[in-house]
């Protein structure tokens, strides 16, 4: 008897699936200028980077038909919410029932909790994201319209789509870098990859405790969320601001300088958009925004890496063995076994993703063969690596002159980054949990 598929597995096959049709559909003439045609892997790469709202390029955006960036902003919107999401939504919108199967696919798709009314949550998520990408729009169309006239409406369309779901595709070759000075391009964009990579699901308890003037309680998960995401934003302004006042950012106004720290404290959240050249920038802020691209966004977002709650849950593990405690608290709640072994896991398993990309990267491109050229590129290499993990999108600029081996490296990296390490594993695994006999337990000497 045939097995059906469980919601995880669904789940990734999805992004699968439409990664094969936007690859498809961009590898045809009609989306790409005369004598420009993509190749396959060229094609299946923007697919990727697209549905798994990466940023990553292989290709100059003017490269692109009109045709083909429609077909690029589908895909970053349909990756961003998630196609079995989107068919769900329909469903529920014909009056259909939603079976126990595809309330565990929302489960895994929106991170929501299994006690919650789908319908809610689906309708909140689909009207909130036309709002905010709406107003988004309108305001982006503003700070274009005395440059581009009538078409900075869909200027802003577009990268309002791309921001809203971290994915950081913009219409011009220097990304955002001619406009850094521009209040209503960089602060609109900035709140908008906010917004975008703080989840659907705590965003929605967040409404509801508005409407509720406070009554309404938040759970550990949008606590732990919102928390995370404070701190992460303040250190990451903190740091840029340290780390590149004597670079990139001296000689611009003070209004250009503050801006810049703005944006960039922000983008590496999974955004990929940029003010300023990271090809310009000094190593250590390179690293840096590393480690920010590593952690990523927070679960059932638009964006990818380890996550903010994985990130929470780690932090107080740590807090919880040097104040020995036997349980891990935060927020004066108790955070379950089961959360803390999935945080050490996905932990585990993105760091031997993001490791395996910096092995292979350079083994491609320099052989076994060393020297100062190749020890000089690893930096720049490995930060692609990060940032497709992480589904960012941030380059130094080396993505184009990569080989297409290596871009089909990159491809998995943001496959596994935007699926989530752990999700993919499971929906390999395939099997349900069986019981299993308990042993004597007895400590190992770690450390």
Not at 258 to 266: K, N, P, T, V
Not at 304 to 324: D, Q, Y
Request: contains cysteine; glycine residues 12%; positive net charge.
């Amino acid at each position: 008897m045939r097995r059906r598929p469980n919601p995880v597995q669904a789940l990734v096959a999805s992004f699968a699936l439409v990664i094969a049709v936007g690859g498809w559909c961009l590898h045809q003439p009609w989306a790409a200028v005369p004598g420009k045609q993509l190749s396959w892997v060229e094609a299946v790469f923007t697919a990727t980077s697209a549905t798994c709202v990466t940023g990553l390029v292989v290709r100059m955006p003017d490269d692109h038909t009109v045709a083909g960036q429609i077909v690029i902003v589908s895909l970053i919107q349909v990756g961003g919410l998630g196609i079995i999401t989107f068919g769900l939504f329909f469903l529920l919108l014909t009056g259909q029932r939603l079976s126990l199967f595809g309330r565990g696919v929302i489960q895994s798709s929106l991170a929501a909790g299994p006690w919650e009314d789908f319908w809610p949550l689906l309708r909140t998520v689909f009207g909130a994201t036309l709002t905010i990408e709406g107003i988004g729009a309108l305001v982006l169309a503003v700070g274009w319209w005395g440059e581009k006239g009538p078409l900075a409406l869909a200027w802003g369309a577009f990268h309002a789509v791309s921001a809203f779901c971290n994915a950081g595709f913009s219409l011009h070759a220097q990304n955002l870098i001619p406009w850094r000075g521009n209040p209503f391009i960089a602060i609109t964009t900035g709140l908008l990859i906010i917004c975008g990579g703080l989840g659907f699901y705590p965003m929605t308890e967040l409404w509801r405790r508005w409407r509720s003037h406070g009554r309404a309680p938040l759970s550990l998960h949008a606590r732990t969320v919102f928390i995370v995401t404070v701190w992460l934003l303040c250190i990451g302004w903190a740091g840029f601001a340290l780390l590149e006042w004597g670079t990139t950012l001296r000689g611009l106004p003070w209004h250009e300088k503050a801006l810049g720290i703005w944006f960039q404290g922000i983008t590496p959240r999974t955004a990929g958009f940029a003010t300023l050249d990271y090809g310009a920038m000094n190593p250590a802020t390179l690293v840096f925004t590393m480690g920010l691209m590593f952690i990523g966004a927070s679960p059932g977002s638009t964006g990818g890496g380890v996550k903010t709650t994985t990130i929470g849950v780690l932090v107080a593990v740590i807090i919880a063995r040097i104040r020995s405690r036997r349980q891990v608290q935060s927020f004066k709640r108790g955070i379950s076994p089961v959360s803390v072994g999935d945080a050490l896991v996905v932990m585990l398993l993105a760091s031997c993703v993001v490791l395996g990309g910096m092995l292979l990267v350079p083994l491609i491109e320099h052989g076994f063969v060393g020297g100062p050229q190749a020890r000089s590129m690893f930096l720049a290499q490995a930060f692609d690596v990060v940032s497709a993990f992480g589904t960012v999108g941030l380059s130094t600029g080396i993505t184009p002159s990569l080989s297409p081996p290596s871009w089909v490296v990159l491809t998995v990296v943001m496959f596994v980054g935007r699926v989530g390490p752990l999700t993919l594993g499971l929906a390999l695994a395939g099997r349900r949990p069986r019981p299993e006999p308990a042993y004597a337990e007895e400590s190992i000497m770690v450390g």
